[in-house]
């Protein structure tokens, strides 16, 4: 028996889609929903976007346009799965509960992994993101997925920003997490810790949002030879471009490092008020 679903939910799909450039793919698998199913979703919402900017067009007429420019659709990738919950670790509650915006830096982080696909085979990435700014504030990439992996993106991006006590760190619940190690960092740092509910991308929105970025930017336009060759174009992409010059609509059209910019400028301006 197929199941239903209400129009505020495919569209809250779609726009996922749509506005926040998460992948098709990944959310059908994830909501065990086919992905034609979703693609459906997609198209109207594109088409009713269309239409309230007063376009009356069609997906052929799209297509059309498309094809004169030289255009075509980023192909999807293969899946892997970088999330093994299946382990007798202490799963934390998931306090961020999708509050994903914060007041100031280092008041929040997120972090996941995902898979870069190369000739020598797959690479890894952690990531760590500041979700004030969403700046990737430490990453790490290795062809192991392995405690090591996440623990050394952690551990970058506590020499980049040295935190506070009480940052509010979440992530999903895999074995990289709920490790030992990782969790020994954590707690010597004072951190809260915070984990996604199970099997729910949604928890890590933000995170899940930027690998399908670089992935779509980056990745799927690319074809590394070798690992080391993925290493150095995909640091390129976080440290010159991502967190320096790639806009963000969530941060008012500014880039990650430009928005902390302004949040220091403004706060050295009201304590030169102050004295």
């Known amino acids: 028996m197929s199941r239903k679903y209400d129009r505020e939910f495919k569209e809250y799909m779609a726009k996922l ?11 059908a698998r994830e909501h065990d929903i086919p992905s034609s199913t979703i693609g459906r979703w997609v198209k109207n919402y594109r088409l ?63 972090t996941d992994i995902t898979y870069i696909w190369t ?6 990435l952690a990531v760590v993101m500041d979700l004030f700014s969403r700046k990737i504030v430490g990453w790490h990439m290795d062809q192991y997925l392995n405690k090591e992996l996440a623990t050394t ?3 970058r991006a506590l ?23 990782y969790i020994d960092i954590l ?3 004072k951190m809260e810790i915070s984990m996604s509910n199970k099997g729910d991308c949604f928890d890590n929105a933000c995170v899940e949002s930027f690998f399908a970025t670089l992935k779509k930017e980056l990745v799927y336009r690319s074809k590394f030879k ?30 990650p490092n430009d928005y902390e910019r302004a949040y220091y400028e403004s706060v050295k301006e009201a304590n030169q008020k102050v004295a």
């Not at 889609?17 to 959310?27: F, P, T």
């Not at 498309?66 to 899946?79: D, H, I, Q, T």
């Not at 000739?119 to 890894?124: F, N, V």
Request: proline share 4%; charged share 30%.
């Open 17 to 27: 889609i749509v506005d926040e450039n998460m992948v098709q793919a990944e959310l």
């Open 48 to 110: 009713e976007k269309a239409r309230k900017k007063g376009y009356n067009i069609t997906e052929r007429t799209v297509g059309r346009y498309m094809n004169e420019m030289g255009l075509s659709a980023v192909p999807k990738r293969k899946f892997v799965v970088t999330t093994d919950s299946k382990h007798d670790d202490k799963i934390y509650p998931n306090t961020l509960n999708r509050e994903f915006d914060a007041d100031a830096p280092n008041e929040s982080w997120a």
């Open 119 to 124: 000739s020598q085979g797959w690479l890894y």
């Open 153 to 155: 993106a952690l551990e």
């Open 159 to 181: 020499t980049l920003r040295n935190p506070p006590e009480g940052l509010l760190h979440h992530s999903d619940r895999g074995a990289q997490y709920t490790s030992n190690d």
């Open 187 to 189: 707690t010597e740092n």
């Open 226 to 255: 070798t690992r080391e060759e993925a290493k150095i174009e995909i640091w390129k992409y976080i440290s010159s471009f991502y967190n320096e010059r790639r806009i963000h609509s969530t941060l008012g059209f500014v880039s």
